[in-house]
């Protein structure tokens, strides 16, 4: 037989063993969270904010913490798009020619991005202390952003890498700009892919602990304003799981349910809009 054939067969085998080791694993985890926070899951339990501290309170939902994550990861989301998206168009189009620039910028990137969350939500940290700020859902805003700009303008970067050069010639050829070239040709033509990248960050800002740990606090209250503490999902299971008293571990039990339908139905509707938009892209 010929050795190249042995090697496809080979390759074909380990790829379907990777992709069942996934889904065995992928399907371990779902289950074995829904078979201990269904029970526990009630319309009181996402309705209602805890009663007599979150640690030891016996009533009550975790309602405060579906709210504090949504504020979180939505507001530090929509400023790493307002930061990111920018850069990575400026990369690839402004700075198209400049290769070794844009190799060094992507590098930084790649290591930001490989920085664990933990050391961010240190470095959250120690800007509070230095600028004489509180724990916060602020903090926390910022620290998140921080945290997530790296993967959003990797993940935009990636997508505009796949432009075909001829179409950024050909819009200049025109008489366009390139930032006109950038926002009307370019992010037309990526939308899909920008959607994608913008719920990959939501769905790793709403379902981090470490870099909130430090930053965002705990509170049994739905925030008003961005100097308060912030209750969030991820928080909730870490304390709550380990407290003495059953209620409050159903709470932890509860809430990763909860983060776990958010993260899937993010999953979901980013394979939508990709679908939906991706009739608007030029074919080549």
Known sequence: MNFKKIE??????????????IAIA??????????????????????????GGFYFGKEGGILNAIIGSLYLAA???ILAVIIGLPVALYMNIHLSKHK????????????????????????????MIYFGMRTSLLAG???????????IVRAIDEVLKTVPNGLLEASLSLGATKSETA?????????????????LSFG????????????????DSIPTSLNQQAATLPLAIFFQLSSPVAEVKNRAYASAVVLTVI??????????LVRKYQKNKIKF
């Open 183 to 199: 926002y009307k040709v370019f992010l037309k033509q990526c939308f899909p892919g920008v959607i994608t990248a913008v719920l």
């Open 141 to 151: 805003i910022i620290t998140v952003t921080l945290f997530i700009i790296p993967i």
């Open 8 to 21: 496809e067969k080979l390759f074909k085998v380990l790829m379907y063993l990777s992709t069942i080791i």
């Open 75 to 77: 507001s530090s989301t």
């Open 26 to 51: 992928l399907l371990s985890i779902i289950f074995s969270i829904l078979i201990k926070g269904i029970p526990s899951l009630s319309w009181e339990m996402i309705s209602q904010t805890p009663k």
């Open 100 to 127: 070794k620039i844009v190799n060094t910028i992507r590098f930084f990137l790649d290591l930001l991005w490989g920085v664990p969350s933990i050391v961010y939500g240190a470095f959250g940290f120690s800007l």
């Open 263 to 272: 993260i899937l139905i993010i999953s979901v509707i980013s394979r939508l």
């Open 204 to 219: 790793r800002a709403i379902g981090d602990a470490a870099s909130v740990l430090f930053t965002t606090g705990f509170t």
